[in-house]
Nanobody, 118 residues
Framework: QVQLVESGGGSVRAGGSLRLSCAAS????????MGWYRQPPGKQRELVAA???????NYTDSVKGRFTISRDSAKITVYLQMNSLKPEDTAVYYC????????????WGQGTQVTVSS
């Protein structure tokens, strides 16, 4: 069973930066898409950013130009650099890694809290 361990969350003032990391304990096949989602208080979980095996990135409009997703496939780790943070970025952030083996396997991290104060 693959486990994803997240780190880097915390509290910061508006305009500050945080860097999230998510490391997998092992592999369940070839790494496909790696991504970050977030769930603000009282709202549904939403995609923040994703990166494909080929390095193509995708961001939700509200974080474009402020957040950067990157990956280290050798370390099975995905990162999210968050700059110019805003109070509306406050949420629990979850990483998600998709592997392709005999089937498609999707794993989620436990979540890390990011709180941005004004």
């Amino acid at each position: 069973q693959v486990q994803l361990v997240e780190s880097g969350g915390g509290s910061v003032r508006a305009g500050g930066s945080l860097r999230l990391s998510c490391a997998a304990s092992g592999r369940a096949g070839s790494i496909d898409t790696m991504g970050w989602y977030r769930q603000p208080p009282g709202k549904q979980r939403e995609l923040v950013a994703a990166i494909t095996a080929g390095g193509t990135t995708n961001y939700t409009d509200s974080v474009k130009g402020r957040f950067t997703i990157s990956r280290d496939s050798a370390k099975i780790t995905v990162y999210l650099q968050m700059n110019s943070l805003k109070p509306e970025d406050t949420a629990v952030y979850y990483c998600r890694i998709v592997f392709w083996g005999l089937a498609k396997y999707i794993y989620w991290g436990q979540g890390t809290q990011v709180t941005v104060s004004s």
